[in-house]
């Protein structure tokens, strides 16, 4: 079907009045939307080129009938409406316009930075009133490359819930803050666990405030991963101590922040502004109907998110929010970095105006996210920021589903295998996940199983990963596809797909708890599913310590070796070649004279996806083994030599002279 990217046409709602494009709404170019603080007193302004009247309305109370007052805003130019307030009548307040002869639903403004219980109302206050002892010092651990980092996805609830966590502020944000937590027999826990680990900084799922949990029930304890947005500059509600105080949530996210930053560790934060929560009822909607949407050619939503809508990040207003949005969770939160929700969505002009913008805040802050859609987009592909389109982007990663299936298999078919549960023909996937999604000579590009090019500009642009919060766990998923297999075969395949992960080049991404096997019962979308499904079982890791102790040095052995990091294709093709071996279930390469200032000078990396043992050859040299038969140990295992030697089943062999 044809489609519309910056026109409107006529559709049900009678709209007659407004203006024929939206391409003819005014832009406003003033960094002061929404609410501010003025020397005597407040400023409030909101966009609306299409209302004929707005109100301001005020309440005592975030919930409940308790209007006290109501006033209304003045309309200037470009679509701006706006009051001055001396002393608001009422702590918080809601807007309502009139288009069309209709006044629409009372709502916050999209710039809303604090709000009551469910995110309904505004409050007049400002985040910095609230911030800890110290904040002006914070910062989080500075990044030369996104290569350099070790990233470990997490919810909120699911680091605490678990009775076995040892953390008191159970599902809440205050659990992040709490030091030297175990479980019962003293291993440890929640932030004490994560600086154990070594993982360089933590995403969260969205933490913003969300719409699918009643903030004003939390005895319920429901469960959602939060990618129904409500208000995209408020941290969530149902992770505060107290949802019905507007500076809690503020304060103790901030909390979070500061503990995190303070043992090296930084925050990602998962937003998704590739859709909003509701459609025709969204406050964008509102406000100005339809204009932050795209649609179809019969003026219906489009729905490339899956969510019953999709934003239209090109229009000058939507951009600019999406920029000043991030820019703010920079600036008031200093966050470290964005996971981009359904990326392929939005245009490849907005994320690097964003990139660009950040950079700006600090260099240190870098951007990833998925590059496709859920559906069909009314915008071209070409324009879009879609995995394909990867090399136009700047400053920004990818996620490399080609890895993540090409290791374990197929993710929407749970028998289907990869290449280390034995399945042949995806070789040069491997390959091409090695080498960071780049142009490489080895790489035979027609036998990829998603791509037919390479993808990433420089190998800093691809996300390797295997499991995330989508889809089975890698456990879950290795306990579906090879069911003959005994448990202590399958820990060998997990620790063997994330060595790969940890040494390819790009940036690793981790599922947390993956580092003891996390399980949430086969259950392989778990958004909505209770903490029973979602939980981290901190009690597993001391069952499967070893596998622990294994990520823990695996994450280390990165760290100290820039080989596996490099930040260049020019270096990747110079320095890292792959062996002639003929056989489809085994992978072999060598990283050469001290790649990327690597104090080893000769590196040679093996893969066995094979339920079988294998015969490899040794090139000349003295080779002492790093990872060896699922052990792994910088100091040195075993010593070969020029020859052939056995790689075992389903396990890589690290080499060094």
Request: proline share 5%; glycine share 8%; aromatic share 12%.
């Amino acid at each position: 079907m044809a489609a519309l990217i910056g026109s409107f046409v006529q559709c049900s709602g009678n709209l007659e009045s407004l203006p024929k494009s939206f391409d003819d709404y005014p832009v406003y170019k003033g960094k002061d939307l929404g609410l501010t603080k003025q020397s005597d007193g407040w400023s409030l302004k909101v966009w609306s080129p299409v209302a004929s009247e707005m109100k301001i309305h005020f309440y005592t109370e975030g919930d409940g009938d308790n209007r006290v007052d109501s006033d209304n805003l003045q309309k200037g130019e470009n679509g701006i409406w706006s009051i001055e307030i001396e002393e608001p009548a009422g702590p918080f307040y809601t807007f309502q316009a009139r288009i069309e002869n209709e006044w629409k639903a009372e709502v916050v403004d999209p710039y809303v930075k604090l709000v009551g219980v469910n995110g309904k109302r505004g409050y007049f206050g400002l985040p910095s009133d609230v911030d800890p002892p110290g904040w002006d010092q914070d910062a989080g651990p500075v990044t030369r490359n996104i290569v350099d980092v070790t990233i470990y996805e997490l919810h909120v609830r699911d680091l605490s819930m678990d009775e076995s966590s040892g953390i008191s502020n159970k599902g809440k944000f205050l659990g992040f803050t709490e030091a030297g937590t175990t479980t019962k027999n003293g291993i440890k826990t929640g932030l004490a666990h994560l600086k154990e680990l070594g993982v360089t900084h933590i995403h969260l799922l969205p933490s913003f405030d969300y719409r699918s949990i009643d903030e004003s029930s939390l005895e319920k304890n429901i469960f959602n991963w939060g990618y129904d947005p409500q208000n995209y500059n408020v941290p969530e509600g149902s992770y505060a101590t107290d949802p019905f105080d507007p500076m809690a949530r503020v304060r103790e996210f901030k909390m979070l922040v500061k503990a995190l930053h303070e043992n090296g560790i930084g925050v990602i934060l998962d937003v998704v502004y590739n859709h909003t929560g509701p459609t025709e009822g969204s406050l964008f909607n509102q406000l100005v109907p339809k204009y932050y949407y795209r649609l179809w050619e019969d003026g219906s939503f489009s729905d490339a998110a899956a969510c019953n809508n999709e934003t239209a990040s090109e229009r000058p207003m939507f951009r600019k929010f999406m920029i000043e949005s991030m820019r703010y969770w920079v600036e008031e939160y200093h966050i470290d970095g964005f996971r981009v929700d359904l990326m392929g969505i939005h245009d490849i002009e907005t994320m690097n105006l964003i990139t660009g913008e950040l950079e700006k805040i600090n260099p240190s802050v870098f951007v990833y996210g998925e590059g496709w859609t859920a559906s069909a987009s009314p915008l071209p592909d070409s324009l879009r920021a879609l995995k394909g389109n990867t090399y136009m982007l700047d400053r920004v990663s990818a996620f490399s589903d080609d890895l993540r299936d090409g290791i374990k298999g197929h993710w929407a078919t749970k028998e289907d295998r990869g290449f280390v549960t034995g399945k042949v023909g995806i070789k040069e996937t491997i390959k091409f996940g090695i080498v960071g999604s780049t142009d490489h000579p080895q790489v035979n590009y027609d036998n990829i199983n998603y791509s037919d090019h390479p993808w990433a500009r420089e190998p800093w642009q691809t996300m390797n990963y295997v499991s995330c919060h989508d889809d089975l766990t890698l456990w879950d998923k290795l306990n579906w596809s090879i069911p003959e297999a005994t448990d202590a075969e399958r820990i060998e395949i997990h620790k063997l797909a994330n060595t790969i992960v940890l040494t390819s080049q790009g940036a690793p991404f981790l599922h947390g708890g993956v580092d003891f096997l996390r399980s949430k019962g086969g259950n392989h979308n778990s958004f909505e599913s209770p903490d029973s499904v979602n939980r981290i079982r901190w009690d597993n890791k001391e069952k499967y310590y070893d596998v622990f102790s294994y990520y823990q040095k695996l994450i280390q052995l990165r760290k100290d070796h820039p080989a596996f990091r490099m930040t260049t294709t020019n270096d990747v093709k110079k320095h890292l070649e792959f062996l002639d071996i003929e056989d489809p279930l085994v992978i072999g390469y060598r990283l050469s004279q001290n790649a990327n200032s690597d104090p080893w000078e000769e590196i040679l990396v093996y893969f066995n996806g094979s339920p079988e043992d294998k015969v490899i050859s040794i090139p000349a040299g003295n080779w002492i083994s790093v990872i060896d038969g699922g052990e792994i140990s910088q100091a040195g295992i075993n010593k070969y030599k020029e020859g052939s030697t056995t790689l075992k089943t389903r396990s890589a062999l690290i080499l060094h002279n």
